[in-house]
Nanobody
Framework: EVQMAESGGDSVHTGGSLRLSCVASEYPYRRNCMAWFRQTPAKEREGVAT????????YYADSVKGRFIISKDNDNNVVYLEMSNVKPDDTAIYYC???????????????????WGQGIQVTVSS
């Protein structure tokens, strides 16, 4: 069975940097889409970034474009989210997810991602 686990969540100051990691027990698809989502009590879960199985193409939400970078290590089944110049609005629970190739196309639909991690908290102070 596929299991996914995030790590790297922390509290940081505005303008700081953070790297999240997601380790999958296996990739559930031959050609997979890996993604990061985030959620707050005031907002629906929203897509942050996606990456196709070979590392291209990638997608970023407008709110994080130019500040976050998604990457992956297929040999070790790890997906990363490098966060820089973070803002208080980046505060959320972050989830990694896996889906079939079609799930990498915008607009992102959470129902197209069958596999999810448990989520980790990222807090950015003013």
């Amino acid at each position: 069975e596929v299991q996914m686990a995030e790590s790297g969540g922390d509290s940081v100051h505005t303008g700081g940097s953070l790297r999240l990691s997601c380790v999958a027990s296996e990739y559930p698809y031959r050609r997979n889409c890996m993604a990061w989502f985030r959620q707050t009590p005031a907002k629906e879960r929203e897509g942050v970034a996606t990456i196709y199985h070979r590392g291209s193409p990638v997608y970023y939400a407008d709110s994080v474009k130019g500040r976050f970078i998604i990457s992956k290590d297929n040999d070790n089944n790890v997906v990363y989210l490098e966060m820089s110049n973070v803002k208080p609005d980046d505060t959320a629970i972050y989830y990694c997810a896996a889906g079939p190739p079609k799930s990498c196309y915008a607009p992102l639909n959470i129902r197209e991602f069958p596999y999810w991690g448990q989520g980790i908290q990222v807090t950015v102070s003013s």
